[in-house]
C-alpha cells in the first residue's frame, strides 16, 4: 500500500467481537461479523481479542457499561502486544471497538493525524442526549474526552474536533447536529464523496499528514449491502467507497483503520463480496474462504 504507515508491512489485524455498545435490534450479529470480517484476511496477521460475551450493567444513562470497560481493557491489553511500529486494522463488532485503536494513533502522530468518520450517524451524542443509551452513538465524541468517563482516553490520546472530517453522516440526533455546527467540524454529504477530490481537500485542510478511517458500514446504501445494523437510505454505493479509500490510501500516510457494525443474515456470499472490494481498495488481500475458522 503506498500509503501505508512506516512498518510497509501487512498490518496487524485485531478482530474484536463486540456488541454490548449497540442498540440495535439484533446486536448479538455484530459480535458474528465481527468473525466473518477477519476472516477475510490472512490467519498470520489475525488477533482475536477476548471479549466477554456476556451483556453488562447499565450505567449513567450507557447501556453494558461495565462490559464495554472491560472489552475497553482487553483491546488495550492486545494493542500492547501488537508493537509500536504495526500499522492496525481494527474489525468489529459495533463502533465502539474504535476506542483503543483510535486513540493509539492520536498519541502516536498528534497534529498530523486526520481521523475520516465514514458512517451513517455522527457517533457525537453523549449519555445525556442519546435517545438510546446505545454507547455506538458515542463514541466519536467520548474520543473528543466528551463521554462516561470510564471510557474517556487520556488527554494525549484526545481527539481534537480541528482533525475530524465527518464522511456520509446523513441521520443526526438534533444535539449532535448543534455540536457540529457550534465546533465547525467538517462534514461531507454521501453526494460530495461520490468523488474522492473534496474528501482529500478536506483532509488535507485540517493539515494532516497521516489519516485514520472509521468505517461504519452503513455509510453504504442499504440497497447494496444487507449486512447492516442500522441502515439508512441513501448512502454510498460500494465501488464509491472503495474509490475514496484507495484515494485517501494513495494521498496521505495511512495510520490505520477501523471496519465496523456488519451484521451479517443467512446469506452472506453478496456481502463477502462487497466487504472483499473494500478490502481491496486499501491494499489488502483477501481469503478465498471467508468463514470463521
Known amino acids: ?4 504507515d512506516r512498518d510497509n508491512g501487512s498490518p496487524t489485524v485485531l478482530v474484536i467481537p463486540q456488541w454490548q455498545g449497540s442498540a ?3 446486536p448479538r450479529r455484530l459480535a458474528e461479523g465481527a468473525h466473518r470480517l477477519g476472516a477475510l484476511l490472512p490467519t498470520a ?3 482475536v481479542v477476548d471479549i466477554d460475551p456476556r451483556p453488562g450493567q447499565d450505567h449513567d444513562g450507557v447501556r453494558h457499561l461495565d462490559a464495554l470497560t472491560r472489552s475497553l481493557a482487553a483491546t488495550r491489553t492486545a494493542l500492547c502486544r501488537t508493537g509500536d511500529g504495526a500499522t492496525l486494522l481494527a474489525v468489529g463488532g459495533d463502533c465502539g471497538i474504535e476506542l483503543a485503536p483510535v486513540a493509539r494513533a492520536v498519541a502516536r502522530h498528534g497534529d498530523s493525524l486526520a481521523v475520516v468518520w465514514l458512517d451513517a450517524h455522527a457517533d457525537l451524542n453523549t449519555p445525556d442526549t442519546s435517545p438510546s443509551g446505545g454507547f455506538h452513538g458515542m463514541v466519536l465524541r467520548t474520543l473528543l474526552g466528551q463521554g462516561p468517563a470510564a471510557l474517556v482516553p487520556e488527554p494525549e490520546e484526545r481527539l481534537s474536533t480541528r482533525r475530524i472530517v465527518l464522511a456520509g453522516v446523513r441521520a443526526l440526533d ?3 447536529r448543534d455540536f457540529i455546527d ?3 467540524i467538517r462534514a461531507l454529504s454521501v453526494q460530495s464523496l461520490r468523488e474522492p477530490d473534496r474528501l482529500l481537500a478536506e483532509v488535507a485542510a485540517t493539515g494532516a499528514t497521516h489519516v485514520y478511517v472509521h468505517l461504519d458500514l452503513d455509510v453504504l446504501d442499504p440497497a447494496h449491502f444487507t449486512g447492516l445494523s442500522c441502515p439508512e437510505p441513501g448512502g454510498l454505493h460500494p465501488d464509491q467507497l472503495r474509490t475514496a479509500l484507495h484515494a485517501l490510501t494513495q494521498r496521505f500516510t495511512f495510520a490505520g483503520m477501523g471496519i465496523t ?3 451479517p443474515t443467512t446469506d452472506t456470499a453478496d456481502s463477502d463480496h462487497v466487504l472483499r472490494g473494500i478490502l481491496d481498495g486499501i491494499g489488502l488481500r483477501t481469503t478465498s474462504a471467508g468463514r470463521p475458522s
Do not use: V
Open 24 to 26: 440495535a435490534r439484533h
Open 45 to 47: 496477521s489475525r488477533t
Open 182 to 184: 457550534s465546533e465547525g
Open 261 to 263: 457494525e456488519h451484521a
Open 1 to 4: 500500500m503506498p500509503g501505508r
Open 174 to 176: 438534533p444535539a449532535e
